[in-house]
Nanobody, 126 residues
Framework: QVELLESGGTSAQPGGSLILSCAAP?????????SGWFRQAPGKEREGVAA????????YYDASTKGRFTISLDNSRTALLLILNSLKPEDTAMYYC??????????????????WGQGTQVTVSS
């Protein structure tokens, strides 16, 4: 079982920035892995925010986050990062990271990920 630990979630003001981290203490994100960030607001379904394919570092973004969020893997491929800029109140949600050793489906579908973290809360308000 792969353990993923998210951190970095906190309260921020609109227009602010945050950095979320998804650490894998005993796991290296594989060369052909797909890893992503999802979020879930109260009363809503979990939705894809961004993802990265480690094979060629191709990144994917939801239309609501493109240009504001940046996803990356650190050099050792033991942490998945998400930089959140120009935060909006609608970004408020629990953020989860997920990963799979290989690509089995579209980046924005939950079924494409095999392992999940427990989540970190992001709250954007003035």
């Amino acid at each position: 079982q792969v353990e993923l630990l998210e951190s970095g979630g906190t309260s921020a003001q609109p227009g602010g920035s945050l950095i979320l981290s998804c650490a894998a203490p005993t796991y290296v994100f594989g060369r052909y892995s797909l890893s992503g960030w999802f979020r879930q607001a109260p009363g809503k379904e979990r939705e894809g925010v961004a993802a990265i394919y480690a094979g060629n570092n191709t990144t994917y973004y939801d239309a609501s986050t493109k240009g504001r969020f940046t996803i990356s893997l650190d050099n050792s491929r033991t942490a998945l990062l998400l930089i959140l800029n120009s935060l909006k109140p609608e970004d408020t949600a629990m953020y989860y990271c997920g990963t799979n050793e290989r690509v089995v489906g579209p980046w924005y579908e939950l079924r494409s990920y095999k392992y999940w973290g427990q989540g970190t809360q992001v709250t954007v308000s003035s």
